[in-house]
């Protein structure tokens, strides 16, 4: 039996992926690279924007067009958010919820011999210190912890992920250490949300960061997208923390709209005044920072007014990387009640905002030509070269060097979204 994953959506569910493999083949099931060659087939599904759904509905239903002898697993959020859909579209597929990921061999090979099975449900199983097979030995992922204390409007995966379930830091420890042994060089503490790590078992995201950080070995921590209500209760740690020299100089901090007004009726749990002091404090303490940030434009209630002021927000804080997304609803999700804007008028305010960004990240990254900065080489460019990662995780595209080093470069050319340099 030969079994073929695709994965879909964040890095957290890439690691969902990669436990699913790491089990299947500690139980001697072949894993494959083409669907081909495969006799089940698991699609990993993404459910957070509407265009990632259509994605993988579309994936789901080619699938058994094209190969109809094939035996379809659907796992990932889509289970857990809209198995009415599922149940539509893929009658005879089986599922595996994101948090059945044990049962896996079971679900496999029940498909493979006919059944459909399915396994969905909460449950408070660990995702570290398990088995995983990585498509890179070079970045290593770690869940530190799953679900969020959130109440956003607009969000379906806290359906599917469920209440805040941490894991222990001596057993992220001890994850991140076997990775370094193994020749890992870039650490990923990944979650839904990084800065709720420990608010259910009395343990903190900072102390965290720093027990990693000072693990034995030549290699950087990236820190996951934190809520911002949840930095508040720990911003000086947390800063003092990414000041290690073994974690890199970025945080991503997620505002979604520059409106106190649309905040509030997001349910997000903070003021733009809060959020404006965490990037102040931050900015202020590591001034070589490298902060992302996400935008909805166009929440049902966005007003031009509340539109402006999201526009201002950004030329305020100037982040480095934005992850824009166009409002639209989504299963289950309060806001989906609400009557959406007329698409037009969210395509320009989408454009608009996406012109600015673009100009903020190319003139910031203009003005690192002719600097030198230390690189850690993680991967090979899908164009040729290789990809490093300044101490600001900042993507520098070079040649000629060997991957898992860290490496000076001479910054060379700068887009809006990456460098190119040449090693000094």
Aim: with cysteine; glycine share 6%.
């Amino acid at each position: 039996m030969k079994v073929y994953i695709e994965s879909y959506g964040c890095t957290f569910n890439k690691a969902d992926a990669q436990i699913m493999a790491g089990i299947l083949n500690q139980n001697n099931i072949d894993l494959v690279n083409n669907i081909e060659n495969a006799d089940v087939i698991i699609v990993n599904t993404c459910y957070v924007k509407l265009p990632t759904e259509n994605k993988v509905v579309y994936k789901i239903q080619k699938l058994q067009r094209e190969f109809p002898d094939k035996k379809i697993i659907v796992g990932g959020c889509m289970v857990e958010i809209d198995s009415e859909k599922l149940e539509k579209i893929g009658p005879d597929c089986s599922w595996i919820g994101p948090h059945q990921l044990n049962k896996v061999v079971d679900v496999v090979e029940k498909t493979y011999c006919g059944e459909v099975i399915r396994e969905y449900g909460l449950s408070k199983e660990s995702k570290v210190n398990v088995p995983k097979i990585t498509d890179d030995s070079y970045i290593h992922i770690i869940q530190i912890c799953e679900g969020c204390l959130g109440a956003c409007t607009f969000c379906c995966t806290r359906f599917a992920r469920g209440p805040l379930n941490s894991y222990s830091i001596d057993d992220i420890k001890r994850e991140a250490q076997e990775a370094i042994n193994n020749g890992a060089c870039e650490i990923q503490l990944t979650a839904q949300d990084t800065a709720a790590f420990g608010r259910d078992t009395g343990e903190k995201l900072s102390d965290l960061i720093k027990e990693v950080a000072n693990l034995n070995g030549n290699f950087r921590v990236r820190v996951g997208m934190m809520h911002p209500k949840n930095v508040l209760n720990d911003v000086d740690e947390i800063i003092d923390a990414i000041k290690h020299p073994n974690v890199y100089n970025f945080i991503h901090l997620p505002i979604q709209s520059g409106s106190d007004k649309v905040l509030k009726e997001m349910r997000r749990g903070h003021t733009l005044n809060q959020y404006l002091d965490i990037v102040n404090k931050f900015k202020s303490e590591i001034p070589n920072l490298t902060l992302a940030t996400d935008i909805i434009v166009g929440y049902p209630t966005e007003t031009d007014d509340d539109f402006q002021k999201t526009v201002n927000l950004i030329k305020n804080i100037r982040p480095s990387l934005i992850h824009l997304s166009k409002y639209q609803h989504r299963k289950g999700a309060i806001s989906s009640s609400l009557k959406e804007i007329p698409p037009e008028i969210m395509k320009v305010r989408s454009k608009f905002l996406s012109e600015i960004k673009s100009e903020i990240t190319r003139l910031e990254n203009e003005e690192l030509v002719g600097s030198y900065q230390t690189a850690l080489v993680v991967e090979k460019g899908s164009k040729g070269g290789f990809i490093a990662k300044t101490d600001s995780y900042i993507p520098v595209i070079i040649d000629d060097v060997e991957l898992g080093t860290f490496v000076r470069v001479k910054i060379t050319h700068a887009t809006a979204t990456y460098l190119k340099g040449v090693v000094d």
